[in-house]
């Protein structure tokens, strides 16, 4: 599958866009993957800032582990740009952070110990994304 093309002030603007419709004082799940949103498009922003990329195609050229990136894996794109793990270890092989995103969409998401850690993570990652974006 191809992946749509989207410029570093794009995917500012989705991860500002995002975050806001994140919030909510009745959290359920499409807050929660607004925020998986928020913290990808974040995430991939932040990285093409450090590496002088204007968009999402630099990632043929620009130093990932492979042609998109580390696609949903966020776990993998905090590793790349150094962001401290905050207590988070992505060692749960059933329910990965990878697949957050798609546990969300398909009404699969529990509030487990592993989950609720995820959230925390991203919560985590939000605050520090904010900071720099």
């Not at 500012?12 to 499409?30: G, I, L, N």
């Not at 990136?69 to 270890?89: C, S, T």
């Not at 749960?92 to 993570?121: A, C, W």
Request: aromatic share 12%; glycine share 4%.
């Amino acid at each position: 599958m191809a992946e749509v093309t989207s410029t570093l002030t794009q995917l500012v603007k989705a991860f500002k866009t995002h975050y806001k419709y994140s919030v909510s004082t009745k959290e359920e799940m499409s807050h929660i993957l607004l925020l998986f949103y928020a913290v990808e498009c974040g995430l991939k922003a932040k990285y093409l800032k450090e590496f002088n990329g204007t968009s999402t195609a630099d990632f043929e050229t620009l130093p990932v582990l492979k042609k998109y990136g580390h696609g949903h894996n966020l776990w993998q794109w905090a590793v790349e740009l150094k962001i401290p793990n905050m207590g988070f270890k992505n060692d749960d092989k059933n329910r990965p952070i990878s697949q957050m995103h798609e546990r969300l969409r398909y009404g699969s998401y529990n509030e487990t110990t592993v989950e609720n850690v995820q959230k925390k993570f991203l919560k985590d990652i939000m605050v520090l994304l904010k900071k720099e974006l």
